[in-house]
């Protein structure tokens, strides 16, 4: 089937405007993760939803960010009042469950730059 | 702290040869392996995982060797092609958390033909 999906795939905002970033996982996931690409850097968790239940938000910078998942599949992660430091690749993975064998397909990502 | 340390930062290597990619971790409640293959505006893709209970495995071109002991994991890319070049990333997952891998800082390899 189709893998994980991610739009827009590229958006710039201007600084203090919010936005909105889409994932859709793959049928039937039941994990799903967020991450933050900064340039020329690994992958940071952001937060971990199991079905609709947002099970971790450690990884959330600041309180202008918050990510929801009100059915169990398409999740958004929104930025309030985006800043320069926000421009990153946001990258949305997720996992048949949180069990064995733990493997995680990531989408392509949505590149944001704050200007 | 950075708890999945990769080396080196980049990596070129002529067609044919055998780049190897290490990493090193501290916490011992890691207990998932896997690299990840990234080229440029995509997203990461899995390429090969291993579990701390097997020190070898092998997919295809892929190996991973892995050393409990030595807290320690590599990939090696045996026959390596131009179409090899990309950015390769390890990555562990803590035990008992729900799940998020932390990600090394990347190598940059390229093949040349």
């Known amino acids: 089937g189709a893998g994980v999906s991610q739009s827009p795939r590229y958006k710039v905002a201007k600084r203090g405007q919010d936005v909105a970033l889409r994932c859709d996982p793959i049928?039937?996931?039941?994990?799903l993760f967020w991450y933050q690409q900064a340039l020329g850097q690994g992958p940071e968790f952001l937060t971990y939803?199991?079905?609709?239940?947002?099970?971790?938000k450690s990884g959330l910078p600041s309180d202008r960010f918050f990510a929801e998942r009100p059915e169990g599949s398409v999740s958004t992660l929104k930025i309030q009042r985006t800043q320069q430091e926000d421009s990153a690749v946001y990258l949305c993975?997720?996992?048949?469950?949180?069990?064995?064998?733990?493997?995680?397909?990531f989408g392509p990502g949505t590149r944001l730059t704050v200007t | 702290q950075q708890q999945v340390k990769q080396s080196p930062q980049s990596l070129i290597v002529q067609k044919g040869g055998i780049p190897i990619i290490n990493c090193a971790y501290e916490?011992?409640?890691?207990?998932?392996f896997p690299w990840y293959q990234q080229f440029p505006g995509k997203g990461p893709a899995l390429l090969i995982a291993?579990?701390?209970?097997?020190s070898e495995k092998k997919e295809g071109r892929f190996t991973i060797s892995f050393n409990k002991s030595a807290k320690q994991f590599s990939l090696h890319i045996m026959d390596s092609q131009p179409g090899d070049s990309a950015t390769y990333f390890c990555?562990?997952?803590?035990?008992?958390?729900?799940?998020?891998?932390?990600f090394g800082k990347g190598t940059k390899l390229s093949v040349k033909p």
């Open positions: 993975a997720s996992s048949l469950t949180g069990l064995i064998p733990y493997e995680q397909y």
């Open positions: 049928s039937g996931h039941v994990s």
């Open positions: 939803f199991q079905n609709e239940a947002q099970l971790d």
């Open positions: 916490n011992t409640a890691f207990d998932y």
């Open positions: 291993i579990r701390p209970d097997v």
């Open positions: 990555a562990a997952r803590h035990g008992g958390s729900q799940g998020n891998l932390i």
